[in-house]
C-alpha cells in the first residue's frame, strides 16, 4: 500500500489550491486521462501566464473548495481532474481550451465556475463563442461617441456584463429608432438579455457625476 502523504503536506496543498479558488476569476475543470505530460506542458504554454492549468487529487479540490466557498463543483470531480485556473479573461482562456481540443481529443471539458455559479460542459463551450474582452469594448466605445467616460468606465467590467450592455444598447436602438453605432456595437453578441446591466451602470456612474 502506498504511503499517504503527510498531514502536513495535505494541508500546505489544500491551502494552495483554496488561494488559487479566492484569486481566480473563473475555474474551467477538465479531465485529462490520456494526455501525455508533453501535451499538458503544451496546454499550459497555450494558455498564457493569466491560466495556472492545476493536476491535483480530488479529495484536495474538494476541500479547497469548501475553504473558498465555491459550491457546485463535486459531481465534476470524478476521474483524473485539472482544472484551470483563469485570471484574465475567462473567454479567452476558453477558446485556447477549445482550440487545443482540436488536436488533442483527450482533453475534456466537464464544466467550470464563474460569477459565483457551476458551469456546464456546454455554458464553457458557449463561453468560447463570445467575443473577447477587447473587442467588445471597441464595439461599445464606437456606440458611446462623445460619452468617453462611460466607455472608460467598461474596463473593469466582467465580459458577460458587457455582453449584457450591448444587449441593452441594440434592446434601446430597437425601442426607440436610432442610434446605428449601438447596432455596430452589438451586432456580434446575440444576446437578448434584459438591460438590466446597462441600468446598473448608468445609475452608477449619475450617483457618482
Known amino acids: 500500500m502506498a504511503e499517504r502523504a503527510p498531514a502536513a ?41 493569466e491560466v495556472n492549468y492545476t493536476v491535483a487529487k480530488n479529495t484536495l479540490v474538494k476541500l479547497a473548495a469548501a475553504d473558498a466557498g465555491v459550491e457546485g463543483l463535486d459531481e465534476l470531480l470524478v476521474g483524473p481532474t ?15 481550451i477549445r482550440e487545443f481540443q482540436k488536436d488533442n481529443k483527450a482533453l475534456v ?7 459565483g455559479r457551476a458551469l456546464s460542459a ?30 472608460a468606465g467598461l474596463f473593469n467590467a466582467p465580459a458577460q456584463q458587457i455582453a449584457r450592455l450591448a444587449a441593452a444598447l441594440q434592446d434601446k436602438r430597437q425601442n426607440e429608432g ?8 452589438t451586432e456580434a453578441t446575440g444576446s437578448t438579455e434584459a438591460t438590466e446591466a446597462a441600468e446598473s451602470t448608468e445609475s452608477t456612474e449619475d450617483a457618482q457625476s
Do not use: C, H, W
Open 109 to 115: 471539458v466537464k464544466g467550470g465556475y464563474m460569477e
Open 9 to 49: 503536506e495535505k494541508v500546505a496543498a489544500v491551502a494552495e489550491i483554496t488561494a488559487e479558488f479566492r484569486d481566480a476569476s473563473a475555474m474551467v475543470v477538465t479531465e485529462y486521462r490520456g494526455l501525455s505530460m508533453k501535451q499538458i506542458t503544451q496546454l499550459r504554454r497555450s494558455l498564457g501566464s
Open 82 to 96: 485539472a482544472i484551470a485556473f483563469v485570471s484574465g479573461e475567462p473567454v479567452d482562456a476558453a477558446k485556447a
Open 178 to 185: 436610432g442610434g446605428e453605432a449601438a447596432a455596430e456595437a
Open 122 to 151: 456546454t455554458e464553457v463551450d458557449q463561453l468560447a463563442d463570445l467575443d473577447s474582452r477587447e473587442v467588445l469594448l471597441g464595439k461599445l466605445a464606437g456606440a458611446m461617441k462623445g460619452n468617453l467616460a462611460k466607455a
